[in-house]
């Protein structure tokens, strides 16, 4: 019997530990709600991009998770996107070519895919995403960092 205890432990704490590797690509982005201070009707749980860092010309997933105290039925989502510093894209969509509609009170998700031209510059870039509603200028406001990186390998140290 302690024979396979062992072999299990020598299996087991392995595995363990290569698992550990993969927590930084599992987890979360870190987000900031644009005014600290509203009380926005949609509260953001979380935000998840895949892949990470983004990889340009490739699909990119972005999933918001959030919940809503207040049934909506319609809305927009505009999406902002800097580059140091300085605005570069703009996009405005619907908020039920994001999500299923309407949306009930309780949690729900956001999801946006998106292919980044082949030529767009790796590096560092903020999205701000403003929720709007019928008669709600903003159920929320959040912004978050992301990377896009070079190539296919997604790193933004070149392979060579």
Same mark, same amino acid.
């Given at each position: ?5 062992a072999? %299990?432990?020598?299996i ?9 590797? +993969? ?7 870190? +987000?900031?709600? $644009?005014?600290?201070?509203? &009380?926005y /009707? ?12 983004? /990889?340009?010309?490739k699909?990119?997933?972005f999933? *918001? ?6 049934? *909506?039925?319609?809305?927009?989502? /505009?999406?902002?996107?800097?580059? %140091?510093?300085? @605005? *570069?894209?703009?996009? &405005?969509?619907?908020? $039920?070519?994001e999500?299923? $509609? ?5 949690? +729900?998700?956001?999801? @946006? &895919? ?26 929320? $406001?959040?912004t978050?960092? +992301?990377? *896009? ?7 933004? /140290?070149?392979?060579?």
């Open positions: 019997m302690d024979t396979v205890a072999q %299990f432990k020598l087991l704490l392995p595995l363990l530990a290569i698992s550990l590797l +993969f927590l930084p690509f599992i987890r979360s982005t870190d +987000f900031k709600y $644009c005014d600290n201070e509203a &009380n /009707v949609v509260k953001v749980d979380g935000v998840d991009i895949s892949p990470n860092p983004v /990889v340009r010309g699909p990119a997933t999933t *918001i998770s959030a919940s809503t105290g207040q049934a *909506i039925s319609s809305g927009r989502a /505009v999406i902002d996107v800097s580059y %140091f510093g300085i @605005h *570069i894209h703009n996009e &405005n969509h619907e908020l $039920c070519e999500t299923s $509609c309407p949306i009930a009170v309780g949690d +729900f998700v956001l999801s @946006h &895919n998106q292919v980044l031209p082949g030529f767009t510059p790796p590096g560092s870039y903020t999205l701000k995403m403003t929720l709007s509603g019928e008669g709600i200028p903003e159920l929320t $406001c959040i978050f960092n +992301f990377k *896009i990186g070079l190539g296919a390998s997604g790193s933004l /140290v070149s392979d060579s």
